[in-house]
């Protein structure tokens, strides 16, 4: 009898589910669901870096994508055995004791801090900053070391922090606080009980400073010393967590239900969407998998003998068994890629949301053609154009820090930057000089990794901008000097949790075996081409004059000026 899993994954704008063969890895049925609250642009706040998601966005999209891959995959039911579910993170959520997120509520369904905390809210840069401080000079254990030495805005701790001294009756209501991948698995499974629900190592490793050397999460007296509600939130979590390899449970009645599937479909633990990225693109020693979407994900596994004690500077995070459980995981990243492109274009269309849409000369069907046709060709032709300009042009220097610096030495109170505009600085120039900015952030990446003793002889891209953008792939692979291989699959995360899912299910032995038998093969590869390579090198020279200026004096002169008031 064939067996078949599902592997769902939630990205920042939509969730997606695949059925797969876990014989050969085949798609049989694929559906996306966008979240329509999100896309009205509720509960977020982008001027202030707020980025807040209703998990109803996320239980309706769930819903709507396993059952309609269940129905048009024709598969029995009986014949679906497991699910595993991915998501964006740090993205946690809070929850009351019966672990109902309080977003689901009455008295919380319109309150921004009930939602859940996208990955790149950085409404809590003073937290960061006030635990990175205290790590350093509390005495005791420095819970940041396995986060690369720094700890972010963009996760757990900071995030929980802000939340609580913003708003009393949230902090008083949450009993708990869930990872997005741990509420949607807890969601599914049978295993209603918040004390004994397996949470997520890669989600924790990560965010939470969870680590087995100090028996799981930082300590009472640590939290404590930041707000005495962290403290007591502690004992209300949890001291284990368990890879994606695992069983959380089995599917509960409600949900069987309303997704056309049985009791015995098993739940694996849930991950989050880079690592599961990673294992859909058959990572392996010495490979850099970059998730390449609205930022990027940097992921790498090595083993204990290569890593050791040895903690890697400035990266997100590094946790044995996060990607590959019997390998260490590492993780890297920018906290804008796609998005910075996508910031760009918003600024170009400004005219046609803002004149052309409201003018009076063309009749209403005229007027959305036009628009539909301007954002369908923006893109592609300022590639177009871009292609054209030659190295040898003045070309704008730019920073991709549009939404802060993730790695290397996350730093979100930074800021983008553009130098070298001239009065011939047009459309096509400034595109070509985002484009090499979001490459050579990527550059930044590679360097440290080496700098740190880990090897790359390969790199891997997945994602949107992977496989529709040939020339940011060329003009990465001229930056890194090394060729890159694109994976095929549409979704690769989603491919990756179905990997988890069938070893979840004892299909498979180990997420190797499964990952090689079912994982992306690989549709395109770049190599450096040596008459652009030196160049760019010299670009990158210019890109980090830009970048030392920016850190070391804008932002000193910023502070100096808030200091002075």
Known sequence: M???????????????????DTENGA????????????KEGKFCKPEKNQFRQH?????????????????????????????????????????????????????????????????????????????NQLARNWGGEDYTRFEGGIYSSEWFWAKILHI?????????AAYSWMEHCDYLTFLLSDNQDLATFKRSRCAAGHKAMWHESWDGLPSKDFLGQLDPSLSALRDRL????????????????????????TTKTVIAVGTFDAHSGAVGAKVEENTLIRIMGTST?????????????KTVKGICGQVDGSVIPGLMGLEAGQSAFGDVLAWYKDILTWPTHNILMNSNVIDENQKHLLKEEIENNLIRNLTLEAEKISLSEV?????????????????????????????????????????????????????????????????????????????????LANVLNMPIVVAASDQAPALGAAVYAAVAARIYPTVQEASQKMGSDFEAEYFPQEEKVEKYAEFMKQYQ?????????????????VDSL
Not at 58 to 72: A, D, F
Not at 299 to 307: H, N, S
Not at 404 to 416: H, I, S, V, Y
Not at 545 to 561: G, P, Q, R
């Open 545 to 561: 004059i830009l970048a030392d200026f920016t850190e070391n004096n804008i932002k000193s002169k910023k502070k100096s000026t």
């Open 238 to 261: 949890y001291e284990k967590t368990y890879t994606s390899d695992e069983v959380a449970g089995n599917l509960n009645q409600e949900w069987a239900t309303k997704l056309g599937l």
């Open 27 to 38: 798609e049989l049925a694929t559906s996306v669901s966008y979240y329509q609250r999100w």
């Open 164 to 172: 609580s001294r913003e708003d009393e009756d949230v902090k008083d």
């Open 2 to 20: 064939k067996k078949y899993v599902i592997g769902l994954d939630y990205g920042t704008d939509s969730v997606r589910a695949v059925l797969i």
């Open 55 to 131: 998990p109803l966005d996320h239980i309706e999209g769930l819903e709507k994508t396993i059952s309609t891959v269940v129905k048009e995959s024709g598969v029995s039911p009986e014949n679906i055995v497991s699910i595993c579910i991915d998501t964006t993170g740090s993205s946690p959520l809070p929850v009351n004791k019966e672990g109902i997120a309080l977003s689901l509520l009455p008295q919380f369904s319109e309150n921004p801090n009930a939602m859940m905390v996208l990955w790149k809210d950085h409404t809590s840069i003073n937290e960061a900053e006030e635990i």
């Open 395 to 475: 070309v704008p220097v730019a920073l991709d820090w549009i939404n802060g610096r993730r790695t290397p030495d996350a730093n979100q109170e930074l800021k983008m930057a553009i130098s070298n505009l001239s009065l011939g600085t047009k459309a096509p120039h400034i595109f070509k000089a985002l484009v090499n900015a979001i490459c050579f952030g990527a550059k930044k990446i590679v360097d440290r990794f080496e700098e740190e003793g880990v090897k790359i002889n390969k790199v891997i891209g997945i994602g949107g901008v992977a496989r529709k953008s040939p020339f940011i792939m060329q003009t």
């Open 297 to 309: 994900c940097d992921i790498m596994v090595a083993p204990y003998e290569v890593i050791g004690d």
